[in-house]
T-cell receptor
Framework: TQLLEQSPQFLSIQEGENLTVYCNSS?????LQWYRQEPGEGPVLLVT?????EVKKLKRLTFQFGDARKDSSLHITAAQPGDTGLYLC????????FGAGTRLTVKP | SQTIHQWPATLVQPVGSPLSLECTVE??????LYWYRQAAGRGLQLLFY??????ISSEVPQNLSASRPQDRQFILSSKKLLLSDSGFYLC???????????FGDGTRLSIL
């Protein structure tokens, strides 16, 4: 069973700061997804990456899939309080597995 | 567009009572369906998944069961709840196993 390690587990920053969170594994994934989850709600899909080295941008969020398709990063520019939430990555390799998430708090 | 409905949103049950959580998907046919439990700080634990009517795979042996009586309906059940069954339960669907999953809003289950 492949494991997805997300780091950091917790991150608290001030509004306007930049941040990067990571999703790492020893397994190769054919695709990887990032989700954001707010308290009391289900995860919402942000992006899917499938090609090694792929970079996708969603407004202030930049997602990168590692060249070897074993890891991914999420960079947020000028974070806002609305970015607060639990960020989960999920990778597919024979089955879909989820990381434990990074809990981000952006203080106004 | 596709939507997923999960209910109830919150549930408080006594130990030993039965459970039935329901999930329905609209706007797609023959979806893959999933039940997860999410514990604080521990990510998503896959409980059951289904690739078709009457086809259920269990990932973790425990006090729960699942059924898929219709193509877009997935039910999570228990005959007798335990304290350890407390948690946040999420239903999800996908077009195929290797495609992104889309989640319902979850059920917060508290066992007293």
């Amino acid at each position: 069973t492949q494991l997805l390690e997300q780091s950091p587990q917790f991150l608290s920053i001030q509004e306007g700061e930049n941040l990067t969170v990571y999703c790492n594994s020893s397994s190769v994934f054919s695709s990887l997804q990032w989700y954001r989850q707010e308290p009391g709600e289900g995860p919402v899909l942000l992006v899917t990456v499938v090609t090694g080295g792929e970079v996708k941008k969603l407004k202030r969020l930049t997602f990168q899939f590692g060249d070897a398709r074993k890891d991914s990063s999420l960079h947020i520019t000028a974070a806002q309080p609305g970015d607060t939430g639990l960020y989960l990555c999920a990778g597919y390799n024979n089955d879909m597995r989820f990381g434990a998430g990074t809990r981000l708090t952006v203080k106004p | 567009s596709q939507t997923i409905h999960q209910w109830p949103a919150t549930l408080v049950q006594p130990v030993g009572s039965p459970l039935s959580l329901e999930c329905t998907v609209e706007g797609t046919s023959n979806p893959n369906l999933y039940w997860y439990r999410q514990a604080a700080g521990r990510g998503l634990q896959l409980l059951f998944y289904s690739v078709g009517i009457g086809q259920i795979s269990s990932e973790v042996p425990q006090n729960l069961s699942a059924s898929r009586p219709q193509d877009r309906q997935f039910i999570l059940s228990s005959k007798k709840l335990l304290l350890s069954d407390s948690g946040f339960y999420l239903c999800a669907w996908s077009v195929r196993e290797n495609q992104p999953q889309h989640f319902g809003d979850g059920t917060r289950l508290s066992i007293l």
